[in-house]
């Protein structure tokens, strides 16, 4: 027998030994037989051990023995064998499988397949000692709903800021989203006034001839708006002088249209107020050529009082608001102080006490007329330290409020009862309104997703258009669809949620955010919090969309700018 590589050549090949078994078995087998038993040598005991890696023959193996061959790797032959043992006739045959690469998934899929009742005597069996409790393994087939399912993710979070132009695009068709019927438009309308609700399937494997979607989209589009002046565009209002430019305003010269524009005005804004405060209205914008004021009705945004964030402000208004008795805070400007006090916890006491000092000074300074500084002129450097006086350090302590007007970080906060008093406030205050320019005159624009006394129903614009988009290597029709208008943080989760089971849970949106109102997603830590417990069935607003509201904003200063869904999850950048 020649030395093959990978075995010592104390020990014999596994083949040859199985060969010299069978014989044996053999041999056992004829010399057991009637013909066989008088001439059956009785020099040899009949619990001899033939050899030293088999088992005791003549009596049952009660312990499974050791593989010899455990530790020593076979790579003299490329195939893998296996031992098949006969149960009835208690005698093993060898198969041979020639494989070449045997994944090592395949292998355990193997040896599970085993019966483990079966008695094996072959020599690759270890002893119950060493037995271990096998690993496993599932398929990558198997594992992979469940590893969907953990990560599943069935909402995004609440984004509070106003859209521009939204841009879905999805690789089955959109146009089920255009052209509607005058019956399905008519349908849409009137459930969005009676504040009615369709529930479809979790797929829809022809969205074109479902009826329900088309009203169901049709009604998600709508929203309310005072003034509505079909000629001027209200929205934006900030930054959009040039939007003004060129079209007629008969009220910037009349002094009677504009105080009739704004009596008409104050009148819508307190019919929002009360249907706000008697939870029939979920939340309101007013966008004035300035700033931007959401209100919020109690439970959403996980706060249990009305809530209202103004943004972005100036020093002057901020004043005007402190002066009308409206107690507001700053969350970004606290964030910020807190987090500067746990890295540096000894500046600002430092900084307290030079002002104290500066104070003591001056003050020591007016009492003695000014002799605390007259050693300075003996050396004749006088000139050079100037003595602070009172407007210096007002103006100093005030450098730092002034620095934040027209910032992300001027964002103000007001709860409970001071949204009342905001109320009377943007209502008797004049700065609100431009003065002079292309919006002179002209009230704040009031968005609100019902209906309120002297609004105006409005319907974003929408229109689907086919595209090629390269994906990969290749080119593929890549449908679209475009929305345009004040789209407000419910009419979004409405239309993304009539989108799934349309695109069969496939689609991806692109979402242009009015920045003013980005810093809308910022959080109060200071308010208190409730885990939507507050009965808002009554505000018109679908239930899906009512829960994501409830929830706490986690957005911060961002908003969200891209949505993808994904076998029905979602993903999203900010």
Same mark, same amino acid.
């Given at each position: ?6 075995? =010592? ?14 014989? !044996? ?12 038993? #008088?001439?059956?040598?009785?020099? =040899?005991?009949?619990?001899? !051990? ?71 005597? #072959? ?53 089920? #989203? ?19 609700? %369709? ?7 022809? $969205? ?13 589009? @709508? *929203? ?5 002046? $079909? ?7 900030? /930054? ?22 704004? /009596? ?20 309101? *914008? ?29 020093? &002057? ?67 050079? %330290? ?36 905001? @109320? /009377?406030?943007? @209502? ?90 980005? %810093? ?10 409730? /885990? ?23 957005? &911060? ?18």
């Amino acid at each position: 027998m020649s030395d093959a590589s990978g075995y =010592s050549p104390s020990f014999k090949r596994p083949s040859e030994i199985m060969r010299m078994r069978r014989k !044996r078995a053999r041999s056992e087998a004829s010399s057991s037989s009637p013909s066989g038993a #008088s001439g059956q040598s009785s020099s =040899s005991p009949p619990s001899c !051990r033939p050899f030293a890696p088999g088992p005791l023959f003549n009596k049952v193996a009660s312990v499974k023995r050791r593989n010899p061959f455990a530790n020593i790797d076979n790579t003299s032959t490329p195939s893998k064998r296996r031992l098949i043992h006969d149960e009835n006739d208690k005698m093993a045959t060898t198969e041979t499988e020639y494989v070449d690469e045997v994944s090592l998934l395949e292998r355990l899929q193997r040896q599970e397949n085993c019966s483990p009742g079966s008695e094996d005597d #072959s020599l690759f069996e270890e002893s119950e000692g060493n037995v271990e409790t096998p690993l496993l393994l599932k398929s990558p087939q198997a594992i992979a709903p469940l590893s969907i399912e953990a990560s599943l993710c069935s909402e995004y979070p609440p984004d509070w800021s106003l859209k521009t132009r939204l841009l879905f695009s999805s690789l089955r068709s959109l146009s089920w #989203s255009e052209q509607p019927k005058a019956q399905e438009e008519a349908l849409g309308l009137s459930q969005h006034c009676r504040t009615q609700f %369709i529930t479809l399937p979790h797929s829809l494997q022809d $969205p074109r001839s479902c009826s329900e979607l088309r009203c169901a989209f049709q009604q998600s589009l @709508i *929203y309310w708006q005072h003034p509505s002046l $079909p000629w001027v565009p209200l929205f934006p209002r900030m /930054n959009a002088n040039r939007r003004f430019t060129g079209t007629s305003a008969p009220w910037a010269q009349d002094a009677t249209l504009q105080q009739s524009l704004m /009596n008409e005005w104050s009148a819508s804004l307190s019919s929002l107020y009360s249907l706000l405060k008697s939870r029939l209205c979920p939340y309101f *914008y007013v966008c004035a050529y300035q700033f931007t004021v959401l209100f919020r009705t109690a439970g959403l945004a996980g706060s249990s009082s009305i809530t209202a964030l103004i943004s972005p402000t100036a020093r &002057g208004l901020r004043e005007a608001m402190e002066a009308e008795g409206i107690e507001f805070s700053m969350p970004l400007l606290d964030e910020r102080k807190k987090t500067g006090e746990q890295q540096n916890p000894c500046k600002e006491q430092q900084q307290e006490s030079a002002h104290e000092d500066c104070w003591a000074g001056c003050e020591d300074d007016n009492e003695n007329g000014g002799s605390s500084l007259s050693w300075l002129k003996q050396i004749g450097v006088q000139d050079k %330290i100037k003595n602070p006086d009172r407007v210096s350090m007002q103006l100093r302590k005030e450098s730092q409020a002034v620095s934040l007007d027209h910032k992300p970080e001027s964002v103000l906060s007001i709860e409970g009862p001071h949204t009342f008093t905001l @109320i /009377n406030f943007l @209502i008797n205050c004049k700065s609100i309104v431009a003065t002079a320019g292309s919006q002179a005159g002209l009230p704040p624009t009031l968005l609100a997703p019902l209906a309120f006394r002297g609004a105006a129903m409005h319907s974003l614009k929408a229109r689907c258009v086919n595209v090629k988009s390269q994906v990969g290597s290749t080119y593929q029709n890549v449908s679209c669809l475009e929305i345009a208008g004040p789209i407000l943080p419910s009419s979004l989760h409405t239309i993304t949620t009539l989108l799934g089971p349309a695109q069969k849970g496939n689609f991806s949106a692109t979402l242009h955010t009015h920045t003013p109102t980005a %810093i809308m997603n910022v959080h109060n830590p200071k308010q208190q919090c409730v /885990n939507g417990t507050a009965d808002l069935s009554a505000c018109g607003l679908h239930p899906a969309s009512i829960q994501q509201l409830q929830q706490s904003p986690s957005l &911060g200063k961002t908003a969200l700018m891209q949505i993808t869904m994904e076998d029905y999850s979602y993903t999203w950048k900010n």
